[in-house]
Protein backbone atom coordinates (compact mmCIF):
# COMPACT_ATOMS: atom_id res chain seq x y z
CA UNK A 1 0.00 0.00 0.00
CA UNK A 2 2.76 2.00 0.45
CA UNK A 3 3.34 3.17 -2.91
CA UNK A 4 -0.31 3.52 -3.57
CA UNK A 5 -0.45 5.67 -0.77
CA UNK A 6 1.87 7.94 -1.82
CA UNK A 7 0.07 8.15 -5.41
CA UNK A 8 -3.32 8.96 -3.73
CA UNK A 9 -1.82 12.38 -1.78
CA UNK A 10 0.72 13.33 -4.15
CA UNK A 11 -1.96 13.80 -6.29
CA UNK A 12 -5.06 14.69 -3.72
CA UNK A 13 -2.42 16.50 -1.49
CA UNK A 14 -0.86 15.82 2.02
CA UNK A 15 -3.15 17.61 4.34
CA UNK A 16 -5.97 19.38 2.04
CA UNK A 17 -8.90 21.01 3.22
CA UNK A 18 -10.92 18.13 3.18
CA UNK A 19 -8.28 15.96 5.57
CA UNK A 20 -8.13 19.20 7.82
CA UNK A 21 -11.96 18.99 8.43
CA UNK A 22 -12.18 15.28 8.72
CA UNK A 23 -8.96 15.87 10.76
CA UNK A 24 -10.40 18.58 13.58
CA UNK A 25 -13.46 17.11 13.39
CA UNK A 26 -12.36 13.18 14.11
CA UNK A 27 -9.98 14.51 16.73
CA UNK A 28 -12.63 16.87 18.70
CA UNK A 29 -13.87 13.62 20.39
CA UNK A 30 -10.18 13.12 21.55
CA UNK A 31 -11.09 15.86 24.46
CA UNK A 32 -13.93 13.56 25.46
CA UNK A 33 -11.56 10.94 26.05
CA UNK A 34 -9.27 12.46 27.91
CA UNK A 35 -11.69 14.05 30.14
CA UNK A 36 -13.03 10.46 31.28
CA UNK A 37 -9.73 8.88 31.44
CA UNK A 38 -8.89 11.42 34.80
CA UNK A 39 -12.43 12.81 35.60
CA UNK A 40 -12.18 10.60 38.90
CA UNK A 41 -9.67 12.74 40.55
CA UNK A 42 -12.40 14.81 41.39
CA UNK A 43 -14.97 12.57 41.49
CA UNK A 44 -13.23 10.49 43.87
CA UNK A 45 -11.37 12.91 46.33
CA UNK A 46 -12.16 12.18 50.42
CA UNK A 47 -12.78 14.79 52.35
CA UNK A 48 -11.70 15.50 55.70
CA UNK A 49 -14.21 13.72 57.75
CA UNK A 50 -14.78 12.18 61.52
CA UNK A 51 -17.50 9.59 62.70
CA UNK A 52 -21.28 10.85 63.09
CA UNK A 53 -22.88 10.50 66.49
CA UNK A 54 -26.84 10.26 67.99
CA UNK A 55 -28.04 13.01 68.68
CA UNK A 56 -27.83 16.83 68.51
CA UNK A 57 -24.59 18.76 69.22
CA UNK A 58 -24.56 21.63 71.37
CA UNK A 59 -21.09 22.35 71.46
CA UNK A 60 -17.74 21.29 69.73
CA UNK A 61 -14.01 21.87 71.00
CA UNK A 62 -10.87 21.22 69.60
CA UNK A 63 -7.64 22.11 71.10
CA UNK A 64 -8.62 25.43 72.92
CA UNK A 65 -10.95 26.83 69.69
CA UNK A 66 -15.28 25.47 70.53
CA UNK A 67 -17.80 26.01 67.67
CA UNK A 68 -21.62 25.11 68.07
CA UNK A 69 -21.21 22.79 65.21
CA UNK A 70 -18.39 20.13 63.72
CA UNK A 71 -18.62 22.27 60.08
CA UNK A 72 -17.47 25.28 62.13
CA UNK A 73 -13.78 23.73 63.00
CA UNK A 74 -12.58 21.83 59.72
CA UNK A 75 -10.41 24.67 58.68
CA UNK A 76 -8.83 24.18 62.15
CA UNK A 77 -8.35 20.65 61.54
CA UNK A 78 -5.21 19.93 60.11
CA UNK A 79 -4.36 16.24 60.92
CA UNK A 80 -6.11 13.29 61.05
CA UNK A 81 -4.91 11.92 63.83
CA UNK A 82 -6.80 14.36 66.02
CA UNK A 83 -9.75 14.26 67.71
CA UNK A 84 -12.75 16.36 67.99
CA UNK A 85 -14.49 16.75 71.11
CA UNK A 86 -18.85 17.06 71.03
CA UNK A 87 -21.53 17.68 73.38
CA UNK A 88 -24.97 16.33 72.87
CA UNK A 89 -27.64 18.19 74.26
CA UNK A 90 -28.56 15.71 76.74
CA UNK A 91 -25.07 16.15 77.94
CA UNK A 92 -23.50 13.36 76.51
CA UNK A 93 -19.25 13.77 75.80
CA UNK A 94 -17.84 12.54 72.58
CA UNK A 95 -14.39 12.21 71.28
CA UNK A 96 -14.52 11.88 67.44
CA UNK A 97 -12.06 9.85 65.30
CA UNK A 98 -12.14 9.24 61.78
CA UNK A 99 -12.91 5.42 62.05
CA UNK A 100 -14.35 5.08 65.23
CA UNK A 101 -16.09 7.19 67.81
CA UNK A 102 -15.40 7.04 72.68
CA UNK A 103 -17.99 8.09 75.10
CA UNK A 104 -16.58 9.48 77.77
CA UNK A 105 -18.05 8.21 81.25
CA UNK A 106 -19.10 10.02 84.49
CA UNK A 107 -17.84 13.07 82.37
CA UNK A 108 -19.85 16.62 82.15
CA UNK A 109 -16.67 18.80 81.88
CA UNK A 110 -16.40 19.69 78.19
CA UNK A 111 -12.83 19.51 78.33
CA UNK A 112 -10.34 18.29 75.51
CA UNK A 113 -8.30 16.31 77.69
CA UNK A 114 -9.36 13.51 79.51
CA UNK A 115 -7.91 10.21 80.70
CA UNK A 116 -11.07 8.13 82.58
CA UNK A 117 -12.84 5.52 81.15
CA UNK A 118 -13.91 5.47 77.57
CA UNK A 119 -16.68 3.38 75.48
CA UNK A 120 -15.48 2.79 72.15
CA UNK A 121 -17.52 2.46 68.93
CA UNK A 122 -17.79 2.25 65.40
CA UNK A 123 -19.01 4.26 63.18
CA UNK A 124 -22.26 2.80 62.26
CA UNK A 125 -24.10 5.99 62.57
CA UNK A 126 -22.19 7.03 59.40
CA UNK A 127 -20.15 10.22 59.16
CA UNK A 128 -19.88 13.70 59.18
CA UNK A 129 -17.95 15.11 55.67
CA UNK A 130 -16.02 18.46 55.32
CA UNK A 131 -18.41 19.95 52.27
CA UNK A 132 -16.54 23.30 52.41
CA UNK A 133 -14.38 22.32 48.85
CA UNK A 134 -16.51 19.53 47.36
CA UNK A 135 -20.66 19.50 48.20
CA UNK A 136 -20.51 15.89 47.23
CA UNK A 137 -17.96 12.90 45.94
CA UNK A 138 -18.57 9.39 45.57
CA UNK A 139 -16.89 9.28 48.83
CA UNK A 140 -19.52 10.77 50.53
CA UNK A 141 -22.45 9.92 48.78
CA UNK A 142 -21.37 5.90 49.26
CA UNK A 143 -19.35 6.21 52.71
CA UNK A 144 -16.26 5.05 50.71
CA UNK A 145 -13.77 5.56 54.12
CA UNK A 146 -12.23 3.38 56.57
CA UNK A 147 -12.76 -0.10 55.93
CA UNK A 148 -14.74 0.92 52.55
CA UNK A 149 -11.61 3.05 51.36
CA UNK A 150 -10.40 0.46 49.37
CA UNK A 151 -13.33 0.51 47.28
CA UNK A 152 -12.59 4.51 46.39
CA UNK A 153 -8.93 3.68 45.31
CA UNK A 154 -10.41 0.99 43.22
CA UNK A 155 -12.42 3.26 41.17
CA UNK A 156 -9.45 4.85 38.77
CA UNK A 157 -7.55 1.19 38.56
CA UNK A 158 -10.97 -0.54 37.18
CA UNK A 159 -11.10 2.43 34.65
CA UNK A 160 -7.82 1.37 32.94
CA UNK A 161 -8.41 -1.97 33.13
CA UNK A 162 -11.65 -1.39 30.92
CA UNK A 163 -9.21 0.62 28.92
CA UNK A 164 -7.08 -2.32 28.27
CA UNK A 165 -9.83 -4.95 27.06
CA UNK A 166 -11.73 -1.62 24.65
CA UNK A 167 -8.80 -0.99 23.33
CA UNK A 168 -7.83 -4.68 21.96
CA UNK A 169 -11.60 -5.33 21.70
CA UNK A 170 -12.35 -2.31 19.53
CA UNK A 171 -9.17 -2.12 17.71
CA UNK A 172 -9.83 -5.65 16.20
CA UNK A 173 -13.21 -5.33 15.44
CA UNK A 174 -12.19 -1.96 13.54
CA UNK A 175 -10.43 -3.98 10.90
CA UNK A 176 -13.41 -6.06 10.39
CA UNK A 177 -16.55 -3.34 10.14
CA UNK A 178 -14.62 -0.07 9.13
CA UNK A 179 -12.95 2.72 11.31
CA UNK A 180 -16.60 4.54 10.85
CA UNK A 181 -18.90 2.39 12.23
CA UNK A 182 -16.84 2.06 14.74
CA UNK A 183 -16.30 5.39 15.87
CA UNK A 184 -20.01 6.31 15.56
CA UNK A 185 -20.20 3.26 18.20
CA UNK A 186 -17.86 4.41 20.66
CA UNK A 187 -18.96 7.86 20.35
CA UNK A 188 -22.64 7.45 20.83
CA UNK A 189 -21.42 4.92 23.75
CA UNK A 190 -19.07 7.75 25.58
CA UNK A 191 -22.60 10.02 26.00
CA UNK A 192 -24.61 7.56 27.02
CA UNK A 193 -22.56 5.42 30.03
CA UNK A 194 -21.02 8.93 30.98
CA UNK A 195 -24.74 9.90 31.91
CA UNK A 196 -25.41 6.70 32.89
CA UNK A 197 -22.72 6.86 35.38
CA UNK A 198 -23.89 10.30 37.02
CA UNK A 199 -27.14 8.58 37.63
CA UNK A 200 -25.65 5.42 39.10
CA UNK A 201 -27.51 4.00 42.48
CA UNK A 202 -24.69 2.57 44.12
CA UNK A 203 -21.07 2.20 43.73
CA UNK A 204 -21.15 -1.35 42.35
CA UNK A 205 -23.17 0.04 39.34
CA UNK A 206 -20.81 3.20 39.36
CA UNK A 207 -18.08 0.89 38.47
CA UNK A 208 -19.84 -1.16 36.08
CA UNK A 209 -21.10 2.04 34.04
CA UNK A 210 -17.52 3.90 34.45
CA UNK A 211 -16.04 0.67 33.06
CA UNK A 212 -17.93 0.16 29.88
CA UNK A 213 -17.59 4.35 29.67
CA UNK A 214 -13.25 3.11 29.91
CA UNK A 215 -14.15 0.36 26.92
CA UNK A 216 -15.79 2.26 24.73
CA UNK A 217 -13.38 5.91 25.41
CA UNK A 218 -10.04 3.43 24.31
CA UNK A 219 -11.54 1.69 21.75
CA UNK A 220 -12.34 5.83 19.77
CA UNK A 221 -8.91 6.81 20.83
CA UNK A 222 -7.33 3.64 19.22
CA UNK A 223 -9.44 3.74 16.33
CA UNK A 224 -8.82 7.55 15.38
CA UNK A 225 -5.54 6.88 15.22
CA UNK A 226 -5.51 4.44 12.46
CA UNK A 227 -8.70 6.60 11.18
CA UNK A 228 -6.14 10.14 10.56
CA UNK A 229 -3.75 8.05 10.05
CA UNK A 230 -4.99 6.63 6.85
CA UNK A 231 -6.05 10.42 5.57
CA UNK A 232 -3.19 12.41 6.01
CA UNK A 233 0.05 11.98 3.86
CA UNK A 234 3.16 11.09 4.97
CA UNK A 235 4.54 14.76 4.65
CA UNK A 236 2.42 15.51 7.51
CA UNK A 237 1.78 12.30 9.32
CA UNK A 238 4.05 12.01 12.40
CA UNK A 239 2.83 15.31 13.23
CA UNK A 240 -0.71 14.86 12.39
CA UNK A 241 -0.99 11.36 14.85
CA UNK A 242 1.29 12.96 17.05
CA UNK A 243 -1.13 15.75 18.20
CA UNK A 244 -3.79 13.85 18.45
CA UNK A 245 -2.37 13.55 22.09
CA UNK A 246 -2.50 17.28 22.28
CA UNK A 247 -6.29 17.12 21.92
CA UNK A 248 -6.41 14.53 25.01
CA UNK A 249 -4.58 17.09 26.77
CA UNK A 250 -7.24 19.45 26.33
CA UNK A 251 -9.84 16.76 27.96
CA UNK A 252 -7.43 16.99 31.14
CA UNK A 253 -7.53 20.89 31.10
CA UNK A 254 -11.59 20.73 30.58
CA UNK A 255 -11.54 18.80 33.80
CA UNK A 256 -9.90 21.17 35.91
CA UNK A 257 -12.01 23.87 34.57
CA UNK A 258 -15.29 21.96 35.59
CA UNK A 259 -14.14 20.67 38.76
CA UNK A 260 -13.31 24.35 39.96
CA UNK A 261 -16.69 25.10 38.79
CA UNK A 262 -19.16 22.11 39.89
CA UNK A 263 -18.88 20.48 43.18
CA UNK A 264 -21.02 18.15 42.83
CA UNK A 265 -19.97 14.79 41.49
CA UNK A 266 -23.35 13.80 39.38
CA UNK A 267 -23.64 17.09 37.94
CA UNK A 268 -19.60 17.44 37.15
CA UNK A 269 -20.41 13.98 35.39
CA UNK A 270 -23.48 15.51 33.44
CA UNK A 271 -21.31 18.38 32.15
CA UNK A 272 -18.33 16.64 30.77
CA UNK A 273 -20.36 14.30 29.54
CA UNK A 274 -22.13 16.75 27.63
CA UNK A 275 -18.48 17.90 25.65
CA UNK A 276 -19.27 14.09 23.50
CA UNK A 277 -23.03 15.57 22.20
CA UNK A 278 -21.28 17.63 19.25
CA UNK A 279 -19.83 14.77 17.98
CA UNK A 280 -22.51 12.45 18.56
CA UNK A 281 -24.82 14.49 16.48
CA UNK A 282 -22.60 15.34 13.42
CA UNK A 283 -20.45 12.05 13.60
CA UNK A 284 -22.41 10.48 10.68
CA UNK A 285 -21.22 12.58 8.22
CA UNK A 286 -17.17 11.26 8.33
CA UNK A 287 -16.92 8.88 5.26
CA UNK A 288 -15.00 6.13 5.80
CA UNK A 289 -11.57 5.83 4.65
CA UNK A 290 -10.07 4.93 0.79
CA UNK A 291 -7.84 2.27 2.25
CA UNK A 292 -9.70 0.59 4.16
CA UNK A 293 -12.61 0.21 1.44
CA UNK A 294 -9.88 -0.79 -0.78
CA UNK A 295 -9.24 -3.71 1.96
CA UNK A 296 -12.58 -5.24 1.28
CA UNK A 297 -12.50 -4.55 -2.19
CA UNK A 298 -15.61 -2.12 -2.46
CA UNK A 299 -14.01 -0.15 -4.77
CA UNK A 300 -16.48 2.39 -6.12
CA UNK A 301 -16.86 3.62 -2.45
CA UNK A 302 -13.17 4.23 -2.28
CA UNK A 303 -13.91 5.79 -5.38
CA UNK A 304 -16.18 8.14 -4.58
CA UNK A 305 -14.64 8.99 -1.50
CA UNK A 306 -11.47 9.90 -3.75
CA UNK A 307 -13.71 12.12 -5.69
CA UNK A 308 -14.73 14.03 -3.06
CA UNK A 309 -11.48 14.21 -1.68
CA UNK A 310 -10.71 15.74 -4.99
CA UNK A 311 -13.39 18.04 -5.32
CA UNK A 312 -13.04 19.79 -1.87
CA UNK A 313 -9.35 19.77 -2.95
CA UNK A 314 -9.88 21.70 -5.43
CA UNK A 315 -7.87 18.67 -7.59
CA UNK A 316 -9.52 18.55 -11.24
CA UNK A 317 -8.30 14.80 -12.19
CA UNK A 318 -8.44 12.83 -9.14
CA UNK A 319 -6.36 9.05 -8.72
CA UNK A 320 -8.48 6.28 -10.41
CA UNK A 321 -9.25 2.91 -8.12
CA UNK A 322 -7.25 1.01 -10.99
CA UNK A 323 -3.92 2.73 -10.22
CA UNK A 324 -3.83 2.50 -6.73
CA UNK A 325 -4.62 -0.82 -6.90
CA UNK A 326 -1.96 -1.90 -9.78
CA UNK A 327 0.47 0.23 -7.51
CA UNK A 328 -0.36 -1.66 -4.53
CA UNK A 329 -0.03 -4.95 -6.40
CA UNK A 330 3.41 -4.11 -7.89
CA UNK A 331 4.23 -3.38 -4.00
CA UNK A 332 3.37 -7.07 -2.50
CA UNK A 333 5.28 -8.54 -5.61
CA UNK A 334 7.91 -6.73 -4.61
CA UNK A 335 8.69 -7.16 -1.28
CA UNK A 336 7.48 -11.11 -1.75
CA UNK A 337 10.33 -11.32 -4.24
CA UNK A 338 12.60 -9.43 -2.53
CA UNK A 339 13.03 -11.09 0.21
CA UNK A 340 14.21 -14.56 0.51
CA UNK A 341 13.43 -15.09 4.23
CA UNK A 342 10.85 -17.85 4.70
CA UNK A 343 9.62 -16.50 7.95
CA UNK A 344 7.77 -13.81 6.25
CA UNK A 345 5.24 -16.27 5.00
CA UNK A 346 4.75 -18.01 8.33
CA UNK A 347 2.59 -16.55 11.37
CA UNK A 348 4.12 -15.18 13.75
CA UNK A 349 3.87 -14.99 17.74
CA UNK A 350 5.34 -12.56 20.46
CA UNK A 351 8.31 -15.83 20.71
CA UNK A 352 9.58 -14.10 17.81
CA UNK A 353 10.35 -10.56 19.61
CA UNK A 354 12.59 -13.18 21.80
CA UNK A 355 14.20 -15.05 18.94
CA UNK A 356 17.87 -13.91 19.62
CA UNK A 357 19.51 -11.99 22.38
CA UNK A 358 19.56 -8.65 20.32
CA UNK A 359 16.07 -8.71 19.48
CA UNK A 360 15.22 -9.84 22.99
CA UNK A 361 17.16 -7.12 24.83
CA UNK A 362 15.53 -4.56 22.42
CA UNK A 363 12.44 -5.95 23.21
CA UNK A 364 12.57 -5.59 27.02
CA UNK A 365 13.97 -1.85 26.77
CA UNK A 366 11.22 -1.12 24.69
CA UNK A 367 8.71 -2.66 26.11
CA UNK A 368 10.08 -0.93 29.99
CA UNK A 369 9.91 2.36 27.93
CA UNK A 370 6.21 2.10 26.90
CA UNK A 371 5.30 0.72 30.71
CA UNK A 372 7.82 3.97 32.22
CA UNK A 373 6.07 6.66 29.63
CA UNK A 374 2.65 5.25 30.75
CA UNK A 375 3.25 5.12 34.49
CA UNK A 376 4.69 8.55 34.81
CA UNK A 377 2.00 10.00 32.56
CA UNK A 378 -0.31 8.96 34.88
CA UNK A 379 1.64 9.52 38.68
CA UNK A 380 2.45 12.89 37.56
CA UNK A 381 -1.45 13.75 36.50
CA UNK A 382 -3.22 12.06 39.24
CA UNK A 383 -0.73 13.22 41.71
CA UNK A 384 -0.93 17.17 40.74
CA UNK A 385 -3.90 17.69 43.21
CA UNK A 386 -1.73 16.98 45.78
CA UNK A 387 1.25 19.24 45.40
CA UNK A 388 -0.52 21.80 47.21
CA UNK A 389 -1.77 25.15 46.52
CA UNK A 390 -4.97 25.38 43.93
CA UNK A 391 -5.36 21.66 42.55
CA UNK A 392 -7.85 22.84 39.79
CA UNK A 393 -4.90 24.92 38.49
CA UNK A 394 -2.61 22.04 39.29
CA UNK A 395 -4.43 19.54 36.83
CA UNK A 396 -5.24 22.45 34.46
CA UNK A 397 -1.25 22.92 33.91
CA UNK A 398 -0.75 19.09 34.12
CA UNK A 399 -2.36 19.35 30.99
CA UNK A 400 -1.32 22.42 29.40
CA UNK A 401 2.69 21.35 29.67
CA UNK A 402 1.63 18.52 27.18
CA UNK A 403 0.92 20.49 24.41
CA UNK A 404 4.30 21.98 23.96
CA UNK A 405 5.96 18.15 24.61
CA UNK A 406 4.77 17.00 21.54
CA UNK A 407 6.39 20.18 19.60
CA UNK A 408 9.43 19.27 20.97
CA UNK A 409 8.86 15.82 20.37
CA UNK A 410 8.18 16.19 16.98
CA UNK A 411 11.21 18.32 16.30
CA UNK A 412 13.65 16.39 17.94
CA UNK A 413 13.07 12.94 15.76
CA UNK A 414 13.37 15.05 12.92
CA UNK A 415 16.48 16.96 13.70
CA UNK A 416 18.38 15.29 16.45
CA UNK A 417 17.12 11.68 15.94
CA UNK A 418 15.12 8.97 17.60
CA UNK A 419 17.64 7.67 20.44
CA UNK A 420 18.47 11.24 20.92
CA UNK A 421 15.58 12.89 21.81
CA UNK A 422 14.23 9.71 23.91
CA UNK A 423 17.37 9.32 25.86
CA UNK A 424 17.32 12.91 27.57
CA UNK A 425 13.51 13.21 28.32
CA UNK A 426 14.06 9.95 30.08
CA UNK A 427 17.28 10.97 32.33
CA UNK A 428 15.57 14.19 32.63
CA UNK A 429 12.69 12.68 33.99
CA UNK A 430 14.27 10.62 36.63
CA UNK A 431 16.64 13.31 37.46
CA UNK A 432 13.75 16.11 38.19
CA UNK A 433 11.76 12.94 40.51
CA UNK A 434 14.99 13.63 42.32
CA UNK A 435 14.68 16.67 42.38
CA UNK A 436 11.00 17.36 43.40
CA UNK A 437 12.22 14.75 46.68
CA UNK A 438 14.93 17.28 47.97
CA UNK A 439 12.50 20.49 47.57
CA UNK A 440 11.32 21.30 50.75
CA UNK A 441 7.85 20.75 51.31
CA UNK A 442 6.68 24.28 52.10
CA UNK A 443 7.89 25.45 49.10
CA UNK A 444 4.78 24.58 46.70
CA UNK A 445 5.73 27.23 44.00
CA UNK A 446 8.78 25.11 43.11
CA UNK A 447 7.13 21.60 43.62
CA UNK A 448 4.54 22.57 41.12
CA UNK A 449 7.04 23.78 38.75
CA UNK A 450 9.04 20.42 39.23
CA UNK A 451 6.21 18.12 38.52
CA UNK A 452 5.56 20.72 35.30
CA UNK A 453 8.71 19.45 34.14
CA UNK A 454 8.69 16.61 34.91
CA UNK A 455 4.93 15.70 32.99
CA UNK A 456 6.82 17.56 29.99
CA UNK A 457 10.11 14.99 29.82
CA UNK A 458 7.95 12.26 30.11
CA UNK A 459 5.38 13.55 27.84
CA UNK A 460 8.56 13.77 25.33
CA UNK A 461 9.11 9.93 26.20
CA UNK A 462 5.78 9.10 25.60
CA UNK A 463 4.72 10.78 21.97
CA UNK A 464 8.05 9.30 20.01
CA UNK A 465 7.60 5.57 21.58
CA UNK A 466 5.06 4.47 19.12
CA UNK A 467 7.14 5.34 15.72
CA UNK A 468 10.82 4.14 17.03
CA UNK A 469 9.19 0.92 17.86
CA UNK A 470 7.99 0.64 14.57
CA UNK A 471 11.13 1.54 13.18
CA UNK A 472 13.06 -0.66 15.45
CA UNK A 473 11.55 -3.95 14.24
CA UNK A 474 10.93 -5.52 10.93
CA UNK A 475 8.08 -5.56 8.47
CA UNK A 476 7.05 -9.47 9.57
CA UNK A 477 6.53 -8.46 13.08
CA UNK A 478 6.27 -5.02 13.26
CA UNK A 479 2.27 -4.76 13.65
CA UNK A 480 3.02 -8.00 17.10
CA UNK A 481 5.74 -5.21 18.28
CA UNK A 482 3.95 -2.43 18.32
CA UNK A 483 0.65 -3.96 19.60
CA UNK A 484 2.47 -5.76 22.74
CA UNK A 485 4.49 -2.35 23.59
CA UNK A 486 0.75 -0.93 23.27
CA UNK A 487 -0.38 -3.53 26.08
CA UNK A 488 2.04 -3.08 28.39
CA UNK A 489 1.71 0.73 27.81
CA UNK A 490 -1.76 0.20 28.79
CA UNK A 491 -0.09 -1.82 32.13
CA UNK A 492 1.23 0.90 33.23
CA UNK A 493 -2.17 2.74 33.56
CA UNK A 494 -3.66 0.23 35.21
CA UNK A 495 -0.36 0.19 37.85
CA UNK A 496 -0.12 4.40 37.78
CA UNK A 497 -3.31 4.68 40.26
CA UNK A 498 -1.73 1.80 42.91
CA UNK A 499 1.61 3.60 42.77
CA UNK A 500 -0.19 7.21 43.63
CA UNK A 501 -1.53 5.38 46.60
CA UNK A 502 1.80 4.76 48.30
CA UNK A 503 1.98 8.37 49.18
CA UNK A 504 0.29 6.54 52.11
CA UNK A 505 3.79 4.56 52.46
CA UNK A 506 6.31 7.76 51.71
CA UNK A 507 5.00 10.37 50.44
CA UNK A 508 8.02 10.57 47.89
CA UNK A 509 7.58 7.15 46.90
CA UNK A 510 5.30 7.17 43.52
CA UNK A 511 8.22 9.53 42.68
CA UNK A 512 10.81 7.49 43.71
CA UNK A 513 9.50 4.42 41.40
CA UNK A 514 8.56 6.64 38.37
CA UNK A 515 12.51 8.24 38.90
CA UNK A 516 14.26 4.21 38.85
CA UNK A 517 12.23 3.41 35.76
CA UNK A 518 12.95 6.55 34.12
CA UNK A 519 16.63 6.14 34.75
CA UNK A 520 16.82 2.79 34.09
CA UNK A 521 15.30 3.06 30.84
CA UNK A 522 17.57 5.62 29.75
CA UNK A 523 20.32 3.75 30.07
CA UNK A 524 19.02 0.96 28.85
CA UNK A 525 17.94 2.94 25.91
CA UNK A 526 21.76 3.58 24.97
CA UNK A 527 21.78 0.10 23.30
CA UNK A 528 18.86 0.65 20.47
CA UNK A 529 20.09 1.66 17.28
CA UNK A 530 19.65 5.13 15.68
CA UNK A 531 16.99 4.95 13.08
CA UNK A 532 16.36 8.52 11.97
CA UNK A 533 16.97 7.96 8.00
CA UNK A 534 17.79 4.40 7.72
CA UNK A 535 15.33 2.06 5.55
CA UNK A 536 13.29 -0.23 7.54
CA UNK A 537 14.40 -3.91 8.04
CA UNK A 538 12.22 -6.78 6.51
CA UNK A 539 13.63 -9.86 8.23
CA UNK A 540 14.54 -10.76 11.80
CA UNK A 541 18.17 -11.20 10.83
CA UNK A 542 18.36 -7.66 9.08
CA UNK A 543 16.62 -5.79 12.62
CA UNK A 544 19.38 -7.73 14.98
CA UNK A 545 22.45 -6.74 12.37
CA UNK A 546 21.04 -2.52 12.82
CA UNK A 547 22.96 -0.99 15.80
CA UNK A 548 25.74 -3.70 15.42
CA UNK A 549 27.59 -2.49 12.96
CA UNK A 550 27.47 0.81 11.22
CA UNK A 551 26.21 0.85 7.70
CA UNK A 552 27.99 3.95 5.92
CA UNK A 553 25.89 4.28 3.01
CA UNK A 554 22.46 4.49 5.41
CA UNK A 555 24.28 6.75 7.30
CA UNK A 556 24.81 9.16 4.05
CA UNK A 557 21.31 9.13 3.12
CA UNK A 558 19.17 11.88 3.62
CA UNK A 559 16.29 10.91 6.22
CA UNK A 560 13.85 12.60 3.31
CA UNK A 561 14.90 9.44 0.92
CA UNK A 562 12.06 8.56 -1.33
CA UNK A 563 12.96 4.86 -0.41
CA UNK A 564 12.60 5.44 3.67
CA UNK A 565 9.49 7.67 3.30
CA UNK A 566 7.63 5.01 1.11
CA UNK A 567 8.34 2.50 4.23
CA UNK A 568 7.47 5.02 6.54
CA UNK A 569 4.34 4.81 4.58
CA UNK A 570 3.93 1.55 4.63
CA UNK A 571 3.99 1.53 8.84
CA UNK A 572 1.56 4.44 9.40
CA UNK A 573 -0.99 2.56 6.59
CA UNK A 574 -0.54 -1.19 7.55
CA UNK A 575 0.62 -1.56 10.63
CA UNK A 576 -0.71 1.35 12.93
CA UNK A 577 -3.22 -0.07 15.73
CA UNK A 578 -2.73 3.54 17.55
CA UNK A 579 -1.06 4.26 20.56
CA UNK A 580 -3.42 4.79 23.95
CA UNK A 581 -3.22 6.35 26.53
Known sequence: MASGSERLFDTLGHFGRFQACVYFASVFQ????????????????????VCSI????????????????????????????????????NGEIWELNQCSRSRREGSLNLAYEYNGNKSVFSCSHGYVYDHTKWKSTIVTEWDLVCEREWLAKLTQPTFMLGVLIGAVIFGDIADRMGRRHIMWFTSIGQFLFGIVVAFTFDYYSFVVARFLL?????????????YVTEYVGIKVRTWASMHVHAFFALGVMVVALVGFLVRTWWVYQIYLSITTLPFVLCCWMLPETPFWLLSVGRYEEAQKVINIMARWNKVSTPCKISELCSNQQDALVSSRTG??????????????????????RRTITVWLIWFTGSLGYYVFSLSSINLGGNEYLNLFLIGVVELP?????????????????????????????VLIMLIPQDFNVLIILANMAGKFTIGVAFGLIYLYT???????????????????????SVVAPFCVYLTSVWIFMPLLLVGIMAFLSGLLTLMLPETLGKPLT???????EMGRKQDISSEKSPPAESGVMLQKIEILDQETQGIEK
Open 30 to 49: AVSCGIHYLASVFMAVTPKF
Open 54 to 89: PGNVSSVLYYNSSASSIEDVWTLWTSTDNYIVAQLE
Open 214 to 226: AMVSSGYLVVVFV
Open 339 to 360: DNDVSTMKKHNILDLFCNRYIA
Open 405 to 433: SYVIACIGMDKLGRRNTLIPSLISSALIC
Open 470 to 492: AELYPTIVRSLAVGSGSMMCRVG
Open 538 to 544: NTLMEAA
